[in-house]
């Protein structure tokens, strides 16, 4: 029997394993290893020195699932350089001696017709229609977790009990696996809204609010960032993040030029990928009064190196500070952990100063 | 009105275009000096870290450029059709510049044939902005394309003849334009092979559309049109090539997968990968070529 593997991205291996479960069901359908430090070393070693680091864990993702046995591996596409991963990943894991089968699905060229086509050659039972049903129930699926993502995100800093939301989280995604219609959706969603919208919350009104922008692996694979919204929520932080699935494949189309005219005068034109939202959320959030802004990318990510001088120029215009982090497979989780605590710590500074002295304007918006 | 134009990045591509159309519509035209080492420290101070090589000389071109001038082109490129895409710096570099050096005078066109901004009109658009009639700016736009044609055929004809001359050390040099003919990054280069007795052939100078035939079978899924022309010309001339360097400048994204392929898949040829940063010395960079030249020689002389 072929087993199909695909590589990690957050907690989206839930929908997307049920999806494909549903769509061949002759086959076994296997999330790649949980990544390790093994994982990001094996990418490594084998991917060209200074790719972006989301390469390298994917390729780390491929090796480890070609080693417990999987014979189809699924790759997308889309954005900077994420296009033109799988043909290389592909010629990688072919000269490393691995015999399979290597499928891509690229945003660029991907309609329903050739979805079906490609998945038709794989041996799926489904009519294009029975597909396209599929398709709108993970996507509405994908809709359920990004908005419970969310609530979670921005109260997890704040409960009464510990590790509450953490567990209730959990179980929502057990739940989402055996999902087969949208009622069994919407049951499921009813559930946990309750669940976890009751659980017990001591948010102050004026907590600290800090927005995460970048790169979407960055920002939607906690391990690429060092567990970073963790450690924000361990310091009671409220956390906000737009950038998810859902945004990136319907919100974000459907904003359009909207996205462009939200970044104001730092930008005239998109600049790549997610760079432009990583402005215009910035400001916006700016605008909003958070406290501060995060800012991830892969190191070398040149769509969000691209933001960056426009972020610099929000943070000293709204004195917002913000803070740049780069991730790599050096990266040390040491030195994250220092900077981000020294960011409380600042963020917390100007909160007092503010408090003492309000409209003394304590300019502390520059950042490393 | 005189319209300053970096020497860095995309003059490498159509800097004949450009200073052609200015000249036609009676603007005068300043350039900033040839890159320096100089540069590369300015450049750097106003760059992002990680911000490949290139992208910072430009930075530098544009401060040099600062206040000897009343407009700084910068253009702002992101696609030439479906599937013809170019790095997203370019997409950038606009937003960049006007965000790093506020208040100073920029003149740009979009280049987005996707969303119907296309060459014509973003020229057109342009001498609007200075003043000068769409009419005029047509007949300069022509003027423009057609002496920048005529250059780049010249240059294709240059490497055509290299490439048939019998009994020389052929090395084709694959990089983009802003690299190899770029005094501080690509100069060192070109000597050294010179100098071990190698005759460069450029990959950039190649004729573009036989380039773009070649590229679909060297790399099925390449969508940026600038690697697809280089890529394109590797296809083209490998069999006639006595070795191939690949020139990547610290750290190009469409290099860091492109150039991996190309070493993957390159049989038959000796090649050589050259990566190009900002602290490297230039001793290390000519010993490593006069090796590399001194291998290919000693194959020549074995197969004789």
Known sequence: MEIISFPHLGPYHVPIARLLRRIFPHMEVRKAPPITKRTLELGSRHSPDFVCAPFKYNLGNFIEALEGGATILMQAGGGCRYGYYGEIQEQILKDLGYSFQFVQFLGKEATLASLHRACRELGTPLTGSRLLGELALTLRMLWVMDTMEAYVRENIGFETTPHSFETAYGAFLNALEDVDSFSALASVYKTYRKKIGGLGVRKPVDCLRVGIVGELYSLMEPFSSFFIEKTLAKNNIMVSRHINLTYLLVLKQLEGKRLLRQAGEYLHFPIGADGTDSVAKSKKMAELGYDGVIHLKPFGCTPEVNAMPMLQNIAKDYKMPILYFSFDSLTSETGIKTRLEAFHDMLLMRRETRREAPGSGADMSHTA | ???????????????????????????????????TRQTLEDGARFSIDE???????YMGHVYSLLGVCDRILVPRVESFGPREEVCVKFNALYDIVRNTFPAVPLLCYNLHAQKGAGERKGFVGMARNLGKSPIRALAAYNEGKEAQRQADAARTRE??????????????????????????????????????????????????????????????????????????????????????????????????????????KLKGVPVAHILLDELSGEAGLVTRIESFLDIIKEKKRHTA
Not at chain 2, 51 to 57: E, F, R
Not at chain 2, 186 to 197: D, F, H, L, T, Y
Request: proline share 7%; net charge negative; with cysteine.
């Open chain 2, 159 to 264: 490497q055509e003849r290299l490439l048939e001359e019998p009994d020389t050390l052929k090395i084709l040099l694959v990089t983009h334009p802003y690299n190899i003919h770029d005094p501080l990054l690509g100069g060192p280069i070109v000597r050294a092979v010179r100098a071990s007795g190698g005759t460069p052939v450029f990959a950039d100078a190649l004729d573009k559309a036989a380039c773009a035939e070649k590229a679909p079978g060297l790399s099925e899924h390449l969508y940026w049109t600038y690697s697809k022309e280089l890529v394109g010309a590797v296809g083209l001339c490998a069999g006639q090539a006595d070795g191939i360097l690949l020139i990547t400048a610290f750290p190009c994204g469409p290099d860091s997968l492109v150039n991996e392929l190309l070493l993957r």
């Open chain 2, 51 to 57: 911000a490949c090589i290139p992208s910072k000389l």
């Open chain 2, 1 to 35: 009105m005189t319209i300053g134009i970096p020497k860095a990045l995309l003059y490498y591509k159509y800097g004949t275009l450009w200073e052609t159309f200015f000249r036609a519509l009676g603007c005068d035209v300043a350039y900033s000096a040839l890159t």
